[in-house]
């Protein structure tokens, strides 16, 4: 029933952009918190940040340091991850994810459904 679907990974040279999709279906879209995660081989699931189930501010991780912005577009039921000053270490698979909780976030296993993932990968 519920849907989410990626598009816009590919390969990127450094310090280039590169924008995100997560169209989702088969939920209330505005009833969920939408976050953004990554994880490269052998590492971590790490958060990348979140953009709140209505209105309000989208919140991100240190590492972002004001290079990434997340939105959301109601009438398409899409969130996008624009991503800018693309670095190598940026390399890895992205993970769009709904959460109905209100907390805690940050945490992914918060988060009730989940897309593909897309191979973002990032030359030097």
């Known amino acids: 029933q519920v849907q989410l679907v990626e598009s816009g990974g590919g390969l990127v040279q450094a310090g280039g952009s590169l924008r995100l999709s997560c169209a989702a279906s088969?939920?209330?879209?505005?009833?969920?918190?939408m976050g953004w995660f990554r994880q490269a081989p052998g590492k971590e699931r790490d958060f990348v940040g979140l953009?709140?189930?209505?209105?309000?501010?989208?919140e991100y991780a240190d590492f972002v340091k004001g290079r990434f912005t997340i939105s959301r577009d109601s009438a398409k039921n899409t969130v996008y991850l624009q991503m800018n000053s693309l670095k190598p270490e940026d390399t890895a698979v992205y993970y769009c994810?709904?959460?109905?909780?209100?907390?805690?976030?940050?945490?992914?296993?918060?988060?009730?459904?989940w897309g593909q993932g897309t191979q973002v990968t990032v030359s030097s």
């Open positions: 994810a709904a959460s109905i909780h209100g907390s805690g976030l940050a945490n992914p296993t918060r988060y009730n459904y």
């Open positions: 088969g939920l209330t879209f505005s009833s969920y918190a």
């Open positions: 953009i709140p189930k209505s209105r309000g501010a989208a």
